[in-house]
């Protein structure tokens, strides 16, 4: 069986949603001096660098990155959270907003921000994450911005892959016709 992908949201209604996001954000740090989005790649890399041209910000946002992984087969994840960059400056006392890709068990944004409250006692921590999959949900996270929540399907496309494939699609679909578990 070939692998298939269904698509669950255009391009243009991801470009919308975004922009509605971007908007509420705003809103919420309009008093804030300088927040700092940390992006977490690979999965969040379309997301985040839309994300943040439609954030205004009094004097500019601070952009940051890391990469986390965890490792496992191609559509489940291991449990572990590897950290291959975490290289991030002083960032110590201040608002910091992390951009996810999804939030599917919660271990990887678990980990991240326990890990944020730990080195650098923010003023405040807040998740932006593209996608939410509640239902799979093994540790205690509650996004504050979510753009769209997604049934218990295996998506892929805007960031998010499939073995390292399928990233750049700039739409979201549900890949089926491979082993999804
Ligand atoms: P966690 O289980 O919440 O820690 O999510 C770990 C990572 O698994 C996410 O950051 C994604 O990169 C990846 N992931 C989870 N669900 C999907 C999916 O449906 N498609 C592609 N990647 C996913
Ligand atoms: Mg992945």
Do not use: W
């Amino acid at each position: 069986m070939e692998p298939t992908i269904r698509q669950l949201y255009s391009a243009k209604q991801i470009q919308d949603r975004v922009a509605e996001l971007g908007a509420e954000i705003s809103q919420d740090y309009q008093d804030i001096e300088r927040p700092v989005a940390i992006g977490v790649m690979k999965g969040a890399l379309c997301f985040f660098a839309d994300l943040v041209r439609h954030i205004q910000s009094k004097k500019t946002l601070q952009i940051e990155f890391v990469r986390l992984a965890s490792y496992g087969s191609a559509t489940e994840s291991s449990g572990a959270i590897q950290t291959p960059y975490l290289e991030l400056p002083n960032i110590l006392h201040r608002d910091i907003i992390v951009v996810e890709d999804i939030v599917d068990s919660g271990r990887t944004a678990r980990f991240f921000m326990d890990y944020l409250k730990d080195q650098f006692q923010p003023a405040s921590l807040k998740l932006a994450a593209f996608l939410d999959k509640p239902s799979r949900r093994i540790m205690p996270v509650k996004p504050d911005y979510v753009g769209f929540t997604v049934d218990d399907l295996f998506v892929v496309g805007y960031g998010l892959d499939y073995g390292e494939r399928y990233r750049e699609l700039p739409y979201l679909g549900e890949l089926s016709g491979v082993n999804v578990q």
